[in-house]
C-alpha cells in the first residue's frame, strides 16, 4: 500500500473540475500517465485509463500511445455520416466494463442472455473467472488495485446477479482497500483545480 501511496504522492499531477466531473492527471516517473474521473457530489470513481511511452508496453496500441481503461470505457466519437470513427464490435457481442461503487468493485458484462445458473464464476490464483456451461462464453477479470498492493483476492467477498441481458459480479472492498483509497482522496484534496483542458506529460 506504502509503495502506490508514494507512486501517487510523487507523481506529477493536475485536476480540471468540469459538469460534476473531477479530472486528475498524473504522470509518473517511469514515463507512465494515469487519467482518472470522479464523480464530484459522491467522490466515486468513474473511469481510470492509463497510457505509456512508445516501446514500455508488450501491449502494441498501448505502445503505441493509446489510452488502456481499467475502469468505465471509452466514448465512442462519430464521424461527419455518424458512423463510429473506430471499427468497433458488434453490438450484440458480450461487452465488459468495470464500475466501481463506495463499496465493491463491479463488473457489468452486457448482452448475455442466459439463465443465472449458466455462469460459473471463481475466484483464484489472483483472477477472476467467468465461464458459461453452454461453453459460450469465458472471461478472465483482475482487480489491478488489489495486485498495486499485493492483496489476496478471497471468493467469499465475491457476488454475481442476472438482470437485462447483464451478469453483474461484484467484489466487496477489504478494509485495506477502502483505507486505501480514503488516503488517495485526501492527496487529490490538495490538488489545484486548473481551468485548462485535459493534459499530456511531456515525451522525453
Known amino acids: 500500500m506504502e509503495k502506490w501511496v508514494k507512486l501517487i504522492r ?28 470522479y464523480d464530484v457530489a459522491t467522490g466515486e470513481l468513474l473511469l481510470r485509463k492509463w497510457k505509456v511511452q512508445r516501446g514500455i508496453s508488450v501491449n502494441k496500441e498501448t505502445a503505441a500511445g493509446r489510452w488502456e481503461y481499467e475502469v468505465g470505457e471509452q466514448q465512442s466519437t462519430m464521424n461527419q455520416s455518424g458512423d463510429s470513427a473506430e471499427i468497433r464490435e458488434s453490438t450484440s457481442n458480450p461487452a465488459c466494463i468495470r464500475r466501481d461503487n463506495a463499496k465493491a468493485f ?3 458484462i452486457r448482452n448475455l442472455p442466459y439463465p443465472i445458473q449458466t455462469y460459473n464464476v471463481t475466484a483464484a490464483n489472483g483472477k477472476i473467472t467467468v465461464k458459461t456451461s453452454n461453453k459460450k462464453y469465458f472471461k478472465e477479470l483482475r482487480i489491478a488495485d488489489l495486485d498495486r498492493i499485493d492483496e489476496e483476492l478471497n471468493e467469499s467477498m465475491l457476488g454475481v446477479a442476472h438482470a437485462n441481458n447483464t451478469l453483474i459480479i461484484t467484489y466487496q472492498k477489504s478494509r485495506n482497500v477502502i483505507e486505501l483509497e480514503k488516503i488517495i482522496s485526501g492527496e487529490l484534496r490538495k490538488i489545484k ?10 515525451q522525453q
Do not use: P
Open 106 to 108: 463491479q463488473w457489468r
Open 193 to 202: 483545480a486548473s481551468k485548462d483542458g485535459d493534459v499530456e506529460c511531456n
Open 10 to 37: 510523487d507523481a506529477r499531477k493536475t485536476c480540471l473540475v468540469n459538469d460534476n466531473l473531477k479530472k486528475v492527471h498524473f504522470c509518473f516517473s517511469d514515463g507512465r500517465e494515469m487519467a482518472e474521473e
